[in-house]
Nanobody, 123 residues
Framework: QVQLVESGGGLVQAGGSLRLSCAAS??????VGWFLQAPGQEREFVAV????????DYSTSVWGRFTISRDNAKNTLYLQMNSLKPEDTAVYYC??????????????????WGQGTQVTVSS
């Protein structure tokens, strides 16, 4: 099993920034990404990065505001979140081994999840 632990969430005002981290027991063998889940909603794709970090993809709602990156030497995944909006409020989950959806700009999650970290954006 791949162990994933998120950190960096918190409360921030609209327009502010947060940087989420995901520490993993191993990371270099997987494409990894972030998904979010708002109360009462299904878990949704946010961003993904390829195994070597050369390719990234984002949901339309966060494009231009969020940046995903990874440091394989540290077994750590990051999500830099800028220009945050109240609509970004959700629990954010780290995920390993996501696969692309052939029908649109989205991804299916892999089998490995972290516990999630809460992001709350106030107006």
């Amino acid at each position: 099993q791949v162990q994933l632990v998120e950190s960096g969430g918190g409360l921030v005002q609209a327009g502010g920034s947060l940087r989420l981290s995901c520490a993993a027991s191993t990371l270099s063998s997987f494409s990894v990404g972030w998904f979010l889940q708002a109360p009462g909603q299904e878990r949704e794709f946010v961003a993904v990065i390829s195994r070597r970090g050369g390719d990234t993809d984002y949901s339309t709602s966060v494009w231009g505001r969020f940046t995903i990156s990874r440091d394989n030497a540290k077994n750590t995944l990051y999500l830099q979140m800028n220009s945050l909006k109240p609509e970004d409020t959700a629990v954010y989950y780290c995920n390993a081994d996501a696969t692309i959806c052939p029908y649109g700009s989205s991804w299916f999650p892999g089998d490995y999840w972290g516990q999630g970290t809460q992001v709350t954006v106030s107006s």
